[in-house]
C-alpha cells in the first residue's frame, strides 16, 4: 500500500531538445477514476497514470477516503495524479497529507505560486481555443513539468467530451503536452499520429457511466494510441 511521503521541491523546467514523444511511446494517463478495480485494470492494461478528480463539480469527484482504496490498488511505477480547479490551499494540502499523490495537476485559473507552494511536481491544464494559448500558458509557468491541453467552454473547467482544433498545438511546444479533450477509441490514433504528444489523457471515452470505466474501451484504447505512433 502506498504512503503518503514528503516530494523535493519543484526543480525549474528545463526543456529537452525535443519534447515531442516518440512514435512508439504515446504515455496514456486514464483520468476521473472512482474505483480500486477500474484502477487495477487500467494498470494491468498499460496504463502509464491514473487520475482522481478532487474537484466537486465533476461526476468523476473522488472524496478522500474512496481516494485512498483506489490508491492501494495502484502497482508501483504507475503514477497517481490529482486534479484541482481553484481549490483552497487547505483543501490540498489536507489530501496531499491523506493521499498519495505523485503530481499535481491544475485545471483552474491557478497562478504558477499557487501551483508551486507545494513543492511538488505539477502539470498545468490549458482550455485551447486561439492560436497562442500553449506559448502563454508555457510562460506563465514555468515549472510546469507538462501541459495538459483541453477543450475550452466558458461554463466548465474540463471534461466537455468534445474535441478542439488540433492545429493550435505548436509542432514544437514549450513543455510536454498531454493532450485531452474528447478522446476516444476512434479519434485517439488520428490525434497521436496529427500532434505527437508526450502523453493523452482519456475519462469519458472509455467510459460504460461516469466515473465507471470499461475495461474493454480502456484495453481498445491503448491500442489506438500505439498504432497512432506508428503512423
Known sequence: MREAATHPKTARFEAPPSLR???SRTRVKICGITRAEDARSA??????????VFWP???RYVEVE???HVVAAVPPLVAVVGVFVDAAESEI???????????????GAETARECTRYGRRYIKAVRVREA????????????????????????RPGGTGETFDWSLVPSSPPRPIVLAGGLTVDNVAGAVSSVRPFAVDVSGGVES???????????????????????
Do not use: M, N, W
Open 209 to 231: 457511466s461516469a466515473g465507471v470505466k470499461d475495461t474493454a474501451r480502456i484495453a481498445a484504447f491503448i491500442r489506438e494510441v500505439q498504432h497512432g505512433g506508428t503512423r
Open 132 to 155: 497562442g494559448d500553449v506559448e502563454r500558458a508555457a510562460a506563465g509557468h514555468p515549472e510546469a513539468q507538462a501541459l495538459l491541453l483541453d477543450t475550452y467552454r466558458a461554463t
Open 93 to 107: 494540502r489536507s489530501i496531499l497529507d491523506r493521499v498519495a499523490l505523485d503530481v499535481l495537476q491544475f485545471h
Open 57 to 59: 463539480g465533476s461526476s
Open 66 to 68: 474512496r481516494a485512498r
Open 43 to 52: 494498470a494491468r492494461l498499460g496504463a502509464d497514470a491514473i487520475g482522481l
Open 21 to 23: 514523444a516518440t512514435p
